[in-house]
């Protein structure tokens, strides 16, 4: 199993330009998430889905889209980019969201705005 | 929202030394993970904490549950260069999410 894979590594956009951020697992998980992670600001949770069909907004969701058309794939669409998202993203999954299951996450994407 | 409060931020220690970060809730806690991610990594999961007063330890970590489910540590006896990074503890949400603490980075002096 490859796990929970994210492309692009490293990503420059300028502000107000658009982009998809894609994230892919192959362990059959339910629940996938977004989080992004700024220096001192710990992991926050952007959108999340709790299967094919179906998501719904974290912490910090204002900026970005999200769908999830099958179970594997849950990519993250930045609309207009704007400098405030300068971040790392990562992906992350588990099989479900009842109960208690370790999260595995993705190598992460290096997303710098100017 | 839920809040998970992570201290300290930031730890610097002496190869050897011994090494402590906490994670305090103001509601009760169903349980409790604790994450670590090295330097230009991703997050990886380390343990989970369910009962109430719950010890669980590897090789030279401990965690450690609060009897009321509000509180959590993680202590590492004799650190080492490879424990370097960022420990975090993550609290289940209500929708089945994580909500994470701030971390708290560790740096070891060889």
């Known amino acids: 199993n490859a796990g929970v894979t994210q492309t692009p590594k490293f990503q420059v956009l300028k502000t107000g330009q658009s982009m998809t951020l894609q994230c892919a697992q192959d362990m059959n998980h339910e629940y996938m998430s977004w989080y992004r992670q700024d220096p001192g600001m710990g992991l926050r949770l952007i959108h999340y889905s709790v299967g094919a069909g179906i998501t719904d907004q974290g912490e910090v969701p204002n900026g970005y889209n999200v769908s999830r058309s099958t179970t594997e794939d849950f990519p993250l669409r930045l609309l207009s980019a704007a400098p405030s998202q300068t971040s790392v993203y990562f992906c992350?999954?588990?099989?479900?969201?009842?109960?208690?299951?370790?999260?595995?996450f993705g190598p992460g994407t290096r997303l710098t705005v100017t | 929202g839920q809040q998970v409060m992570q201290i300290p931020q930031y730890q610097h220690v002496q190869e050897g030394e011994d090494f402590t970060t906490y994670c305090n809730s103001s509601t009760t806690l169903s349980n409790i993970q604790w994450y670590k991610q090295r330097p230009g990594g991703h997050p990886v999961f380390l343990i989970q904490l369910v009962k109430s007063g719950e010890v669980k330890k590897q090789k030279r970590l401990t965690f450690q549950f609060g009897e009321a489910k509000k509180n959590s540590s993680l202590h590492i006896t004799a650190t080492q260069t490879t424990d370097v990074g960022t420990y975090f503890c993550a609290a289940g949400g209500s929708q089945g999410n994580l909500i994470f603490g701030k971390g708290t980075k560790l740096s070891v002096k060889p």
């Open positions: 992350a999954s588990r099989p479900t969201r009842q109960g208690s299951y370790e999260q595995y």
